[in-house]
Nanobody, 131 residues
Framework: QVQLLESGGGSVQAGGSLRLSCKVT????????IGWFRQPPGKEREGVAV?????????YYADSVKGRFTISQDTNKNTLYLQMNSLKPQDTAMYYC???????????????????????WGQGTQVTVSS
């Protein structure tokens, strides 16, 4: 049984930092895309950062977070991270961890924009940034 369990959300002031974690269990063998998505209040879910698990060097970021957020993985712990620095009020959202174990190759646009391709999702962790 596949499970993605997020943690690390919270409330911070603008300019602060948070690190989100996603513990992955039940995905065995092979490489896949896994990443972070967010859904601000009243808006659609959007891609934030995605990584291809083989090697961990293929990463994609939304323009809105480039230079501020960093996605990484610890394969020994089966855990995905999102380090978020210089947080802004517009980063306020529910953040979800999601994995796509079916699509072998994706462009950056697909990885960040095709929410429907991701077949496993966590329950989410809330991030609130106050000004």
């Amino acid at each position: 049984q596949v499970q993605l369990l997020e943690s690390g959300g919270g409330s911070v002031q603008a300019g602060g930092s948070l690190r989100l974690s996603c513990k992955v269990t039940g995905i065995t063998g092979g490489s896949y895309y896994i990443g972070w998505f967010r859904q601000p209040p009243g808006k659609e879910r959007e891609g934030v950062a995605v990584i291809w698990t083989a090697g961990g060097t293929t990463t994609y970021y939304a323009d809105s977070v480039k230079g501020r957020f960093t996605i990484s993985q610890d394969t020994n712990k089966n855990t995905l991270y999102l380090q978020m620095n210089s947080l802004k009020p517009q980063d306020t959202a529910m953040y979800y961890c999601a994995a796509d174990t079916l699509t072998p190759v994706m462009t950056a646009q697909q990885a960040l924009g095709s929410v429907q391709l991701y077949n496993y999702w966590g329950q989410g962790t809330q991030v609130t940034v106050s000004s």
